[in-house]
């Protein structure tokens, strides 16, 4: 029997197709089965690491002093339990087998995606791969004639499973050690520290301090109206090294700005350049996840998550478009020869779209039809499937839209603008003016969005065409003016921006050499340096949003999406940390040594090993600086240290002190908070008189009194007798100490004793009985 085993089902059906398989008649409990061919699936990883837990009990409770957690390895695996079901068919397929074909995808995690499978199995037998970058029906065949020594491809692997060691010892240490260390100033909530999620967070508060940290100043345009040939025209002076101006090359000077305009008005003005060229702008790519989410948070406002989620069911429910959690903008030669099969189901599915499909030149070939630049997974764009009887939601719908729109979009034609630019020069001051002429919408037709609007500024004219204007033709200007602007701030960083900012990371570094380092990573992509994949930055930006006590989302004026900003907290966390864990500095010194260890030219244990060193640094920094935040915590009320936490007790969440065992205080939960309001029927939650062991305050609590600073309590009720608060008052006033620590007194042939009491050093109980 020879077990193929793909990352996904759809693969799997794919394969099997290619296979000569029907996988409607031939579909067993978890596999497809034809002939001695056999094709299972895989939901993504099927198993994952080790938690530290898992090694050893002790690291369940996070303490400061069992940090760093060494890595192991080689690591051990478990099976996640949402796919326990599918992972045991697998692995009992793998046994029967006689060979294996690896049919994860074709990048470092589909790699290491099955070969954790098959190292887990203990398995011995031989293994090929097979590299499927296009599921129709010709390319899978082609490629299953092709196999490959899986070892051939071990070196991807090792570089992916190093990549998730290094991350799980890092985000384990730095979150535990992080979060320890602001619960002693009163940080209540987890600081969690990631390669990537601590890089994102970083670019926020990058923003956020140059937004709120900018200061208002101004710039100076000058425009000149100028009169040529019997018409208007408005031109923008350009300024000189020798002017003064900021780094943008803005006039600063009102002064200046004033006396260019005074000295130009009057006087002749010659053209010195006039050029005309026709601009051609092209459909563009399909749409990959990152764009696609950036696109849907634009226009209707939609989290990542909620893309991708409603992505998974057109992909996984409805059929209705390809793989969602793609990073590819390209497409194969057999999608093109499919345009009339799409365009039929996109006018079905989408009757709106029904005379935009009839449109379309079929005969025309976009640059996205190349398959050689397919890596793991093509463009995302509609399948042949008729959606005509399915009912969409609205979301759905939207998205199923935009897909079909730039698919579409590649047989139309390109957006053609006759641009022109005059240069004027009067008096030695040179001013320019542009015009741009639509010659043909092309593809635009189907719907811009505004921030993919190319900024021209044009020349304001009365009708007049620029293009007109010849080398050495005379006018005047008649007049000047000044147009005053403040200076703008650094924009906060969206939801969409953000995703943008993620898949060009690079260019957010300042060392050239680790640019280049995470750039050449994505030799071949559309990403430029990336941080995260497709199928993490959704989640990524989820967690970091759910992390309220550092990040901030609102609405802002001016924008049409939240803006993401870092709270005062978050901006003393990211001053805390090292520069290089909040910017994409780490990605990029990784990338280099994944590059290495997918060479052969380094091993994964000395990569852990100097991970785990600079780990170790790290943590003993923590140790000796702490973490400089700001406490959101509540004081504990009594003693006056600690901050209340909140826990959960057999009988429910509570407050409890951050000091204990120094401090026992507690208080019941109420909508979130602590409780620590007076208690009914006139009871306080302190008595009056102190400890008798250690002089601290003894807090009231439902099962008795409890001192706040050492381990002496009084019970409230022993053999279904109730002990009062004044009863307990009498007794620690009276002084009988010797009976307070919890000794019998003797006396006329009598135990005398009224509460039940315990204290730290005896462990010694009174009995509230009379006995002769």
Known sequence: MKLYIAEKPSLAKAIFEGLGGNPNAEKKNGYFEHGSDVVTWCYGHMLELYDPHDYDEKYSIWRFNDLPIKSVYPPKYKIKPESEEQTRIILSLIEKADSIVHAGDPDEEGCLLVDEILGYAGNTKPVYRLLVRDLNLAPVQKALTDLQPNEKFRGMTLSALARSLCDQGFGYNMTRGCTLKGREKGYDGVLNVGRVQSAVLGLVNMRTLANQNHTESFYYDVFASLSANGHHIKAKYQTTDDDQIDEKKRLISEAQAAHIAERVTGKDAIVTIATTKPEN????????????????????????????????????????????????????????????????????????????????????????????????????????????????????????????????????????????????????????????????????????????????????????????L???????????????????????????????????????????????????????????????????????????????????????????????????????????????????????????????????????????????????????????????????????????????????????????????????????????????????????SRLSTPCPSCGKSIAVRPKGYFCTGCEFKVWSEFSGKKISQVQAEKLLKSGKTDLIKGFKKKSGGTYDTVLILEDKNTGKLGFPVREK
């Not at 909508?671 to 007076?678: A, C, I, L, S």
């Open 281 to 468: 702008i092209k459909p563009p790519l399909p749409l990959n996840l990152s764009t696609l989410q950036q696109l849907c948070a634009k226009r209707f406002g939609y989290s990542a998550k909620e893309t991708l989620d409603v992505m998974q069911g057109l992909y996984e429910t409805h059929k209705l478009l390809t793989y969602p959690r793609s990073d590819n903008r390209y497409l194969s030669d057999e999608h093109y020869y499919q345009a009339g099969d799409i365009a039929a189901a996109i006018a079905a599915t989408m009757p709106e779209l029904a005379s935009a499909t009839a449109d379309m030149d079929k005969g025309q070939k976009h640059k996205a039809f190349n398959a050689s630049k397919i890596e793991a997974h093509h463009a995302i764009i509609p399948t042949t499937k008729s959606g005509a009887g399915i009912q969409l939601s609205e979301k759905e719908r939207n998205v199923y839209n935009l897909v079909s729109v730039y698919f579409i979009g590649l047989f139309y034609p390109d957006a053609i603008r006759n641009k022109t630019k005059v240069h004027f020069d009067i008096k030695g001051d040179t001013f320019t003016a542009t015009q741009s002429v639509l010659v043909q919408r092309g593809w635009e037709s189907l719907g811009k969005d505004r921030d993919e609007e190319t900024e021209t500024e044009d020349a304001g004219t009365d009708g007049f065409d620029l293009s007109s």
């Open 470 to 684: 010849k080398f050495n033709d005379s006018g005047l200007c008649k007049s000047a003016d000044v147009d005053k602007k403040k200076t703008t701030p650094p924009r906060y960083f969206t939801e969409s921006t953000l995703l943008s900012a993620m898949t060009s990371a690079a260019k957010f570094i300042d060392d050239p050499a680790l640019r280049k380092a995470l750039e050449a990573k994505d030799e071949g992509s559309e990403d430029r340096g990336s941080i995260g994949t497709e199928a993490t930055r959704a989640g990524i930006l989820e967690k970091l949003a759910a992390n309220t006590g550092l990040i901030s989302i609102e609405k802002e004026k001016g924008y049409s999406e939240l803006v993401w900003k870092t709270t005062k907290q978050g901006q003393e966390f990211c001053a805390a940390l090292p520069p290089e864990v909040v910017k994409p500095d780490i990605s990029a010194r990784w990338a280099e040594k994944q590059a290495q260890i997918k060479a052969g030219n380094l091993t994964v244990e000395d990569f852990i090993l100097e991970t785990d060193d600079y780990i170790n640094t790290l943590i003993n920094e923590l140790s000796k600086n702490g973490i400089n935040i700001s406490a959101n915590g509540t004081p504990c009320p009594v003693c006056q240290k600690g901050f209340l936490r909140k826990r959960k007790g057999q009988n429910g969440f509570f407050w409890g002190c951050s000091s204990y065992p120094e401090c026992k205080t507690a208080f019941p939960d109420k909508d979130g908070k602590p409780d620590t309001e007076k208690k009914k029927e006139g009871t306080t």
